[in-house]
C-alpha cells in the first residue's frame, strides 16, 4: 500500500522525487542486505527502535504530501510534509546504515564460524 501511494504520488507529482527514491533505493538496499543474509544463512536483523520512528515519521509525510496537493490547510501542510520527509528520509538511511553493519558482523561471524568448522 505504502508503494503504491509513493510510487503513484511520484508519477502524478504529488511526491517529490527525492523523497520517492530515496525511499525506495533505501528499500531495495535493505531487500538485497536481506537477500544476502539468507543465502548465506546469517540469520536476520535486528529491529532498531529509531527505525521504526522514522518509518513512522515517513508514513505521516506521504499522506501531508498529499494533502498539501489538494490545498488542506495551505502550506503549513507542504512545509509539515517536507519537514517530516526529509527528517524521517534522512533517520531511515541512518538505520540502514546500521543495519548494513549488523550485516557486516553477522556475515562475519558465519563465515568464522564456517571456517572453525572446517578446521
Do not use: C, N
Not at 24 to 36: D, F, P, Q, W
Not at 44 to 60: C, M, P, S
Amino acid at each position: 500500500m505504502i508503494a503504491s501511494a509513493v510510487i503513484g504520488g511520484m508519477i502524478v507529482d504529488v511526491v517529490p522525487l527525492v523523497i520517492g527514491v530515496g525511499l525506495i533505493a533505501r528499500e531495495l538496499l535493505m531487500g538485497l542486505v536481506t537477500l544476502r543474509l539468507l543465502s548465506k544463512s546469517a540469520g536476520t536483523l535486528e529491529v532498531r527502535y529509531l527505525g521504526k520512528l522514522a518509518t513512522f515519521i515517513l508514513y505521516g509525510a506521504i499522506p501531508l504530501f498529499y494533502l498539501a496537493a489538494i490545498g488542506f490547510l495551505g502550506a503549513i501542510t507542504l512545509f509539515l510534509a517536507w519537514v517530516t520527509g526529509v527528517v524521517g528520509l534522512a533517520m531511515y538511511w541512518y538505520v540502514a546504515f546500521q543495519y548494513v553493519g549488523d550485516a557486516r558482523k553477522a556475515l562475519a561471524e558465519v563465515k568464522s564460524a564456517t571456517s572453525h568448522e572446517e578446521s
